[in-house]
């Protein structure tokens, strides 16, 4: 039971803060799932939003309890019918595949969708153990000082989401994070596996239609009508295999510069947009600010969006913006950052850095003919960055949760001792006096 306990605590945890960390991107994937089953249009964004935040906070805060065995009987229960719901959910999108990845743990780690279902059943079988036998979980914490671990988790993890949307992603697990290579992500290794496909003709003779293969593709006397062409096996897909950038207006109109772009020395800012005609402009004046910084020290700047030219040029028109713009996939453009607009700098095909639109940098006059190469923007973060990120979060919710555990343990031991102490004094006989 206890294992079984860890285990199902371990993965809601994991799996609620992968995607608490990153709210839009289980957005997207929130809202693959209403496409394929025909309910996009009746969740608005906003509810799609609001899904995305307070699913991941229930996993969440879920697994923490379990682990504490907080409310033993309640939070076994809403476990079980979570897997319940879930379950038959993952074999439907395994029999059907309308999604390649069920996102249950963001992009952290991909799983396909048989693997997600088969995974939600050895879960569903744990969490029924469990459920069998909820009053043997051993509490960490005592039940009058539960409250604080119940309202403290939920603060954690909202907070966590709601930071994410204002700022970025604390951890970014895609492949276009600060560091990567994209020019790299988009190369296939020497030796992967390549697809397979099959193909098979469909020919026509003395008005009956066959359908033949290559090893038995008849002779001559057959009248070929159609061909069609299926994938039998899945080769190695890289990482990144859909950036392109395409200029849009201009004498350049149409041009591919995505090689132009990686290949450069330099620095390229890319101010990217999936949908300008929703993009936030209250930060006009340091997208601006940041445009003539470029322009003055010979740096590319492209707006990228998955918009059409009607829209850019609305977007040009009122935003007063000279840069030029560049179209690319909505989706890439959504898993590059996930801010509308969002800042990416680029330096010889690597992500420099990344900003969103509420944290954008500015460029102070003083700073205005200082390369990019001095300031905080140019410079690739330290790698130790992560551990940091790490270090905070052990800082701010394992350590007070570890001090409560402990004092809350030491408090119960002491008054296990003084009850032991006053039943031993009421058990022992009185004393005789001295005559």
């Known amino acids: 039971m206890n294992i079984c306990r860890v285990v199902l605590a371990v993965t809601f945890i994991l799996s609620g803060f992968v995607k608490a960390v990153d709210p839009m991107g289980t957005k997207y994937k929130i809202a693959d799932y209403t496409e394929a089953m025909g309910l996009g249009s009746l969740l608005p964004d906003i509810v799609q939003l609001g899904i995305a935040v307070a699913l991941p906070a229930l996993e969440f805060c879920l697994g923490i309890f379990l682990l504490f065995a907080i409310q033993r009987r309640l939070t076994t229960k809403l476990i079980v019918a979570l897997l319940l719901l879930m379950t038959p959910l993952t074999l439907w999108l395994a029999i059907a595949n309308p999604v390649s990845d069920c996102g249950c743990f963001g992009d952290a780690v991909v799983l396909s969708n048989w693997q997600t279902f088969w995974k939600n059943v050895v879960l ?52 276009y994070h600060v560091g990567a290579n994209i020019r790299e992500g988009m190369q296939v290794p020497e030796g992967a596996e390549q697809p397979q496909f099959e193909t098979t003709f469909i020919l026509e003779k003395d008005g009956e239609r066959r359908e033949f293969g290559i090893d038995d593709y008849p002779d001559s006397t057959w009248t070929f009508v159609d061909s069609k062409t299926v994938q039998t096996k899945k080769g190695y897909v890289p990482p990144i295999h859909d950036f392109s950038l395409t200029l849009v207006g201009g004498d350049m109109d149409g ?49 990228v969006t998955a918009s059409g030219p009607k829209a850019i040029g609305q977007w040009c028109e009122e935003t007063g913006a000279e ?34 639109h509420n944290n954008l940098p500015h460029i102070e006059e003083a700073q205005a003919g200082i390369p990019l190469n001095r300031l905080d923007l140019g410079l690739m973060p330290t790698s130790d960055a992560v551990a940091g990120k790490i270090a905070k979060l052990l800082l701010w919710f394992v350590l007070p949760l570890a001090l409560l555990t402990f004092a809350d343990r030491t408090w119960m031991w002491t008054k296990w001792l003084r009850r032991s102490k006053k039943k031993e004094a009421t058990e022992s006989p009185a004393t005789p006096k001295a005559p």
């Open 323 to 356: 840069y030029p713009f560049c179209t690319a996939d909505e989706i890439t453009l959504k898993t590059i950052i996930r801010s509308n607009p969002g800042l990416v700098v680029i330096k010889d095909g690597t992500v420099v850095a990344k900003r969103s």
């Open 124 to 175: 569903l079988a744990m969490a029924v153990v469990v459920a069998y036998w909820p009053m043997k979980m051993f509490r960490f914490v005592s039940e009058s000082n539960q409250w604080i671990v119940i309202n403290y988790s939920a603060l954690f993890i909202l907070a966590i989401a709601a930071w994410s949307l204002y700022d970025l992603p604390m951890f970014d697990f895609r492949p």
């Open 255 to 303: 041009e591919d510069i995505t090689e132009e772009v990686l290949a450069d020395s330099s620095y390229v800012m890319l101010l990217i947009a999936p949908h300008v005609e929703t993009a936030d402009d209250s930060r006009l004046d340091l997208i601006n600010e940041l445009y003539e910084y470029c322009a003055e020290q010979g740096y590319a700047f492209y707006g």
